[in-house]
């Protein structure tokens, strides 16, 4: 008797199309090695074209890393200067070659918090880039959750206010379409790096049903074997969406 789709098991071959990365651990590498926290954001910025390759070759539709949060700006302004310096080199050396890909790039927060220039480039990067199909790169910066779903919030009841939209419409697939992440696949797989096992703002409508994988890795060393290896633990999970 041929089994049920219910009960026939995880699908080995099967690929997330989005997955997101808590990208963390760049200063505990970077201090283990006796080198200052900017030479860790460094290698990191690495570490995310390696993720990207091995992603896009896997035939991940979508890959979204946690670059920047709101609540990085807490840190100190030398360390945030470095990340903001990292973000601009980054996109400045790394465009052509994403666009080439045929790798679209967007962003989730309000990356306009950021120095003019910096903000500018992003904008020129997206406008270069919109026409891309292959793969998205989405990169959060001055990004949290909570503040999206606040944007949202605000959002809906100034339709509602104006007459535009009545309250019983509102409902998950609104929601869903108003947030940053928009038009992009269902998040099927959430990663941190690091061995730390929160979320720290990042993606929790997104999340509710994704798989979750923590592992021990510092981000830096994060290369394309660890994510073939992510990738496999998501295929041999089975995921049931709250039914049997």
Known sequence: MTASPANAGPDLTAVPRHVAIIMDGNGRWAKARGLPRSAGHRAGAEAARRALSAAGEAG?????????????????????????????????RELNALHKE??????????TAFETDVARMVDDAIAKTA?????????????????????????????????????????????????????????????????????????LWQAAYAELLFVDTL????????????????ARRERRYGGL
């Open 131 to 203: 026409g891309n199909s292959r793969m998205t790169l989405a990169i959060a910066l001055n990004y949290g959750s909570r503040g999206e779903l606040v944007g949202v919030a605000r959002k809906l009841a100034r339709q509602v206010e104006a007459s535009e939209l009545d309250p019983d419409q509102i409902d998950e697939a609104r929601i869903d379409a108003a947030l940053d992440t928009g038009g992009l696949p269902p998040l099927d797989l959430l990663i941190r790096t690091s061995g730390e096992q929160r979320l720290s703002n990042f993606l």
């Open 60 to 92: 991940v539709e979508c890959l979204t890393l946690y670059a920047f949060s709101s609540e990085n700006w807490r840190r100190p302004a030398t360390e945030i200067a470095d990340l903001t310096g990292l973000l601009r080199f980054y996109v400045q």
């Open 102 to 111: 045929g790798i679209r790039l967007k962003v989730l927060g309000d990356h």
């Open 219 to 234: 981000w830096p060393d994060f290369d394309e074997a660890t994510m073939r290896a992510a990738l496999t633990d998501y």
